[in-house]
């Protein structure tokens, strides 16, 4: 249900945009489908991730700015943004307090050797701006419709083969707390 939830503003953005061919009128639905995801889980959980602020700060502004402008260019760069953000945090982490990310997030679930947090956390690094320069790419090279379908299959994509690695390389360092 997670899952679902946190992916159903870019699949109604794309359903929109399907309907409509238009992304002035995809973007105009994202932003409040955006805020309802937010809202949602505000009411639900008590608590927003730090991902899904981001992300809505991103659409309230870029959105904002395809729809009053009429320029799709800058939906588009949203992705870029949110992932190079990402790459920014993940590195940070690196040099802030006695864990990175990954291992804030993973720690208590995972017992891993410190280097090896350190390679899982810096390959997120890498994830994230090889994931923003291909956006990039793709958003300005091809057609609008290329990129929305890449938007959600490409980097969903991507995403999936590189957590697929990322589980690979996870199982061969694995330690036993016993």
Known sequence: MKILLDFLPIIIFFGVYKYTGDLIIA?????????????????????????????????????????LLGDGDFIKWKPTIVNWLFAVAFFGSQFIGQKNIMQRMMGDKVQLPFKV??????????????????????????????W?????????????????????YLSQHIQNKD
């Open 27 to 67: 973007t105009a639905v994202l932003i409040p489908a955006t805020i309802i995801q937010v809202a949602y889980n505000w009411i639900k959980n008590k608590t927003v991730e730090k991902m899904h602020l981001v992300s809505l700060a991103l659409v309230i502004l870029l959105g904002g700015a395809t729809i």
């Open 117 to 146: 947090w350190r390679t899982l956390n810096l390959a997120w690094v890498g994830f994230f701006i090889v994931s923003g320069a291909v956006n990039l790419y793709v958003a300005f090279q091809f057609s609008e419709e290329i």
């Open 148 to 168: 929305v379908n890449f938007k959600l299959f490409g980097l969903l994509g991507m995403t999936f083969v590189f957590v697929i690695a990322q589980g690979i």
